[in-house]
């Protein structure tokens, strides 16, 4: 069997696939519950990527990568691979710069003599990639990017939607942890990425997590309990617990037991709750302002202001692509769903609390466009130059939402919306006065249409497997350390250890530049982030 690898190297985590490449059968599927970089965002990742080194960072996504295959039941070289992402984390694989993807202005980048990186499809031996050399006559492939802040994510959103073939003004968004999303507007797409932050991810949130089996994907209430929905094995909902929300008394036992709650039962859980008087933002009004869920799950208000940034961020970015093509929010008559959140989401519960324009008439839910666009271009060479020129044909504008007004305004209001109680008339009246697109309450149900149930909808014959440890660590000796442990006991996420004055840092765990709590933790100023090497291989128990 000639064996083919096609992973999607996503912000939240990778997912990946092992594909007998003559008959396209796929056999197994690995999916990591975090990003090997440290940090909880694409903007976590480039700050230790451009602070600590691209070469550090590189070696840690390679690392994964290694990992990856070995989950996979790959133990020598496989004879392709095709990868699948946004530009930072594409580039980090390749290990190509990323300082243009860093500064935005010409200006800027004209001032430090950085130049544009090539990011048009390519086919490339492994034995140029850093760190892949030993994969024999192994084949990288490697899709291209619309423009170079573009990139191959947005272009498979875009492609896989069909919004391209659709005359409706229509947009595409993947609700993921950097919310990259596209406006068609007759001939034109406006693109922008929001980086929503993790919490659509199931992340930053205390008893969330990604995607995966024995997790709380939907609820729903019934005579004022509250029905759990959770993910099994084969990622198919079942049907949980029915739990009083104020204590989690169990009023009927469902047929699973739950480990946590993804974004899309985080989504479901607010709508609901909201409907049913339980939130009034930002406050939730049951005993000690927490949610009961299953198994001892929790929500709490803190959790809510996180969902509710990403939310925000997510409206935010509509608001802002409605506003550089001239439109208005109502314009808009289709919306396309990616991602896991996308999938697993109920559509009709994130249409009404703003994560989809309020008076869209069609929408679609997709799958992991990214993933099914690594699997095609593995299979195909004919279909990556296919993508090449639909890239190059693409009239596109991308707009940059840290540097525009108008994302400004419209998050500041929607911070304000969910975390500091403002009226949903007051946003609409600011929204107004700043002469942004404006947005209303939902009049009417859209037409769902559900593609896929599943965001990865076939798995392989010897299915799904989650590798809960990425496997990639970053160390380090003090010199000097009185090995107080401090920097140990601030870790918020228990991914740093220390043994003797050897310092141990699990790197999907360790929230980056975000927190760097055991920077300042250090009494003697002697922890230097800047001092971390990669340790390639998981510690044994006696390290």
């Given amino acids: 069997m000639k064996v083919g690898v096609a992973i999607d190297l996503g912000t939240s985590g990778f997912r990946a696939q092992k594909i007998d ?60 691979i095709a990868i699948c992402g946004n530009p930072i984390q594409l580039s980090l694989f390749q290990g190509i710069p990323i300082d243009d993807l860093a500064y935005a202005g010409q200006r800027k980048k004209a001032k430090y003599n950085i130049k544009e990186q090539e990011r048009k499809a390519a086919v490339v ?45 229509s947009i595409a968004t993947d609700y993921g942890t950097n919310a990259e999303m596209a406006l068609k ?32 994907s939907d609820v729903s209430f019934e005579d004022g309990a509250l029905r759990n929905y959770v993910l099994n ?102 919306a396309y769903m990616s991602g896991a959140a996308g999938t697993y989401m109920d559509a009709i519960k994130a249409h009404n609390i703003g ?9 679609s839910q997709i799958g992991n466009t990214s993933l099914i666009v690594a699997k095609e271009i593995l299979l195909s060479e004919d279909r990556l130059w296919e993508l090449q020129e639909i890239a190059e044909e693409i009239v596109g504008t991308h707009v940059m939402f840290a540097t525009d007004d108008a994302f400004k305004e419209a998050y500041i209001l929607e911070l304000s919306y969910w975390g500091e109680g403002m009226p949903f008339k007051v946003l609409k009246k600011y929204l107004k006065k700043k002469k942004l697109p404006t947005i209303d309450v939902v009049k009417s149900v859209p037409a769902a249409e559900k593609r896929v149930v599943k965001d990865i909808p076939v798995l392989g014959e010897e299915g799904l497997h989650v590798l809960d440890k990425v496997g990639t660590y970053l160390t380090m000796v ?27 840092i699990r790197t999907d765990l360790c929230d980056g530049a975000h927190c760097q709590k055991c920077i300042h933790a250090c009494p003697h100023d002697l922890f230097k982030w800047e001092n971390l090497d990669v340790m390639m291989q998981e510690p044994s128990e006696e390290q």
């Fill in 21 to 80: 490449i003559e008959s396209g059968e796929i056999h197994k599927t690995v999916i990591t519950m975090n990003n090997p970089l440290p940090g909880a965002n694409v903007m976590d990742h480039l700050d230790f990527a451009m602070n600590y080194g691209q070469d550090l960072a590189h070696e840690l996504v390679i690392g994964a990568f290694r990992n990856i295959l070995e989950e996979l039941g790959i133990h020598s070289s496989p004879d392709r």
């Fill in 125 to 169: 031996k492994s034995i140029f990639i850093p760190g892949l050399e030993d994969l024999d006559d192994c084949i990288v492939v490697i899709p291209p990017a619309i423009k170079h802040e573009v990139g191959a994510d947005a272009l498979a959103l875009i492609v896989k939607s069909g919004m391209l073939d659709n005359a409706d003004i």
């Fill in 233 to 334: 094995d084969e990622m198919d909902t079942v049907q949980g617990d029915l739990v009083k929300p104020d204590d989690g008394t169990v009023m009927d036992k469902g047929d699973i037991e739950a480990h946590g709650i993804t974004g899309t039962g985080v989504i479901s859980l607010i709508d609901e709750s909201i409907n049913n008087g339980l939130v009034v933002l930002p406050k939730i009004n049951l005993k000690n302002s927490v949610i009961q869920l299953q198994d001892g799950i929790k929500f709490n208000e803190h959790d809510l202001v996180e969902a509710g940034r990403a939310i925000g961020a997510i409206r935010a970015g509509h608001i802002t692509l409605c506003n550089a093509a001239g439109i208005g929010m109502e314009d808009i008559q289709t």
């Fill in 355 to 363: 994560m989809i324009p309020y008076d869209v008439g069609q929408i």
């Fill in 478 to 504: 003090i010199e000097g350390c009185e090995t107080c442990h401090k920097c140990v006991q601030v870790c918020p996420n228990d991914a740093l250890s220390m043994e003797d004055n050897r310092v141990l």
């Fill in 185 to 216: 507007v007759g001939n034109v797409i406006y693109t922008g990425s929001a980086a929503a932050g993790p919490a659509l991810e199931g992340q930053e949130i205390a008893d969330g997590t990604i995607a995966r089996p024995h997790a709380i």
